[in-house]
Nanobody
Framework: QVQLVESGGGLVQAGGSLRLSCAAS????????MGWFRQAPGKEREFVAS????????LYADSVKGRFTLSRDDAKNTVYLQMNSLKPEDTAVYYC???????????????WGQGTQVTVSS
């Protein structure tokens, strides 16, 4: 498994932006596809975005498409989730995950971070 540490969460007003980071260690980062999921209180964990090993392909949930951008920097073993035009419904704990393929299926990822809270006020 790989160790993942998220950062960058916080409180922001609706319409604002945040950039989440996920730093990986313990495994060759370039071999991992990376994903972001989120879980709001009382709701199930849901897919947000994922990126393949090369960084050439990304997937986004319809709810964030056009507002969120996922990228990776293999030199820094880090992925970044740029979140713009944030809405109150984006409020959740955001989790970074690593796996062999870029997919919306949470069970396909074998390593998870501890999560970072994002709160969007109206």
């Amino acid at each position: 498994q790989v160790q993942l540490v998220e950062s960058g969460g916080g409180l922001v007003q609706a319409g604002g932006s945040l950039r989440l980071s996920c730093a990986a260690s313990g495994r060759t980062f370039s071999r991992d596809a990376m994903g972001w999921f989120r879980q709001a209180p009382g709701k199930e964990r849901e897919f947000v975005a994922s990126i393949n090993r090369s960084g050439g392909s990304t997937l986004y949930a319809d709810s964030v498409k056009g507002r969120f951008t996922l990228s990776r920097d293999d030199a820094k073993n880090t992925v970044y989730l740029q979140m713009n035009s944030l809405k109150p419904e984006d409020t959740a704990v955001y989790y970074c995950a690593a796996g062999t393929i870029s997919t919306v299926v949470a069970s396909r990822y074998d390593s998870w971070g501890q999560g970072t809270q994002v709160t969007v006020s109206s």
